[in-house]
């Protein structure tokens, strides 16, 4: 019997990028390293940050291997200054976007789950997104919770 090696949680996060980086039409590509608003200027807006730098938990079924789950919450910015901009309206379209692309397809669609691309169990957005639209200020964001279970 052949058992493959767990799924690392560096090449999960990194298939969730590639999903990220395809969601939207960034100004730069998704980053894993977050940024305040203040180092983002408008023109790099809208774009995605990977933060891992929430809770992990283990919950362990039959036999000595855990399921293992990691959160990430990616952070979108936008810049919504101009009056002819509605942010509420990109933010919903990004957030549409991100429902999309995180539902299950092609074999993912049988397992009623969304491996990425076989790197993990199961990802997933999980929990409730934070949205400012960016009406009083400008600055737009958007905060997706995407918990990665993986094997």
């Known amino acids: 019997m052949i058992v493959s090696a767990p799924a690392t949680r560096n090449g999960a996060v990194e298939a969730l990028k590639t999903v990220v980086a395809g969601i939207w039409v960034w100004k730069v590509p998704p980053s894993r390293r977050l940024k305040l608003f203040a180092d983002v200027p408008a023109r790099d807006r809208p774009c995605a940050f990977l933060h891992e730098g929430g809770d992990e938990t283990y919950t362990w079924q039959s036999g000595a291997i855990p399921?293992?789950?990691?959160?990430?919450?990616?952070?979108?910015?936008?810049?919504?200054?101009?009056?002819?901009?509605?942010?509420?309206?990109?933010?919903?379209?990004?957030?549409?976007?991100?429902?999309?692309?995180?539902?299950?397809?092609?074999?993912?669609?049988?397992?009623?789950?969304?491996?990425?691309?076989?790197?993990?169990?199961?990802?997933?957005?999980?929990?409730?997104?934070?949205?400012?639209?960016?009406?009083?200020?400008?600055?737009?964001?958007?905060?997706?919770?995407?918990?990665?279970?993986?094997?």
């Open 67 to 151: 399921r293992r789950k990691i959160e990430v919450k990616v952070f979108v910015y936008i810049d919504a200054k101009n009056p002819s901009v509605i942010g509420a309206a990109q933010i919903n379209d990004i957030m549409d976007a991100f429902d999309n692309k995180l539902s299950p397809r092609g074999a993912d669609a049988m397992l009623g789950r969304n491996t990425l691309a076989g790197t993990q169990y199961m990802a997933r957005i999980a929990g409730r997104p934070i949205k400012v639209p960016g009406d009083l200020d400008g600055d737009g964001l958007l905060i997706v919770p995407v918990e990665i279970e993986l094997p």
